[in-house]
């Protein structure tokens, strides 16, 4: 709605996993390293957690684009599901056809010649899980079994789970002391500091722009989206988006305090009273003093 105001060429803040939106912090930087590792060298199992919206199915799906046709990749999202329909949502991901009246020595045979063919040709197999803290511990326990499948060499299933911070907690279950000790690789993943939030939405600002995108975000407008989102990658999208939005409306192409302000209590969920209390703001200069201190961003 408001691209072509701000010379877009298309909307830079929307919160869907896309890899060419994927920014590189330091930290995701290294986690990307890390996975990539993990993967091409056949390790077997990676665990990633994050707060809710910390960018860990972008950081996955950047990783799969990476990859390319080397691999043969699975994402699993629905993870509420019995282990059984949890071992056939994975057998079709991989495009594996399963009777419907197979049963579960079936299903994982058919899956082992599956990933030892891929592995005869050369191609990775990837299976990445979301919402790891989702599943049971006897979901769990089916995907350990999985992991058994290896040659001499190498481990031919290469599992990624992803979850929110207390899958940690999940994981120290006694039952599943076999899968912890066969996780290679662990990151977590912080909300962004407010520098790289600055950096952040510039980035994805110009990666929108075909040319250069014709608007600015002044100093205080991000110290209040920083305030709010707390660094968190899905807050920063949806702020700004709104403030995109409101800014449209009004005409005009700074993007101050007061209308990321307005974007916030108006326009978004404000269940902890963050934006509505009238003082929250009280000391926020005016668009003529942000315009003449020149802070933006």
Do not use: W
Not at 74 to 79: H, P, V
Not at 114 to 131: C, K, M, P, W, Y
Not at 181 to 204: E, G, N, W
Not at 247 to 262: A, P
């Amino acid at each position: 709605m408001y691209e072509k105001y701000y010379n877009l060429s298309t909307g830079p803040f929307h919160n869907t996993p896309n890899p060419r939106f994927f920014f590189e912090t330091e930290q995701h930087r290294e986690a990307l390293a890390k996975l990539e590792y993990t993967v091409r060298n056949k390790r077997g199992f990676a665990l990633i957690t994050g707060d809710i919206g910390s960018g860990k199915t972008t950081l996955t799906r950047t990783l799969a684009r990476r990859l390319g046709t080397d691999a043969k990749i699975a994402m699993i999202s629905n993870t509420r599901v019995s282990p059984d329909q949890l071992l056939r949502l994975i057998a079709e991901e991989f495009g594996i056809e399963i009777s419907p009246n197979a049963d579960k020595a079936t299903v994982l045979s058919q899956f082992r010649r599956f990933v030892q063919n891929q592995h005869a040709v050369g191609r990775t197999v990837v299976l990445i899980i979301d919402e790891g803290q989702c599943l049971s511990i006897d979901d769990f326990e089916e995907v350990r079994l999985l992991t058994n499948l290896e040659s001499e060499t190498d481990k031919m299933l290469q599992l990624l789970i992803l979850g929110q911070p207390e899958l940690r907690d999940i994981l120290k279950h006694p039952r599943l002391a076999p899968l912890i000790q066969r996780i290679v690789m662990y990151t977590h993943l912080k909300p962004m500091s407010f520098d790289d939030t600055t950096r952040y939405i510039a980035f994805r600002l110009v990666r929108a722009s075909g040319d250069r995108p014709e608007v600015d975000f002044s100093r205080e407008a991000l110290d209040v989206i920083f305030r709010y989102s707390k660094g968190v990658p899905r807050l920063i999208n949806l702020v700004c988006d709104n403030a995109l939005l409101v800014g449209y409306s009004n005409d005009t192409r700074l993007i101050d305090s007061s209308i990321v302000t307005r974007a916030i209590s108006e326009m978004m969920p404000n269940f902890d009273g963050f934006a509505t209390e009238t003082n929250s703001f009280a000391d926020e200069p005016s668009v003529e003093q942000e315009i003449d201190h020149g802070r933006r961003l």
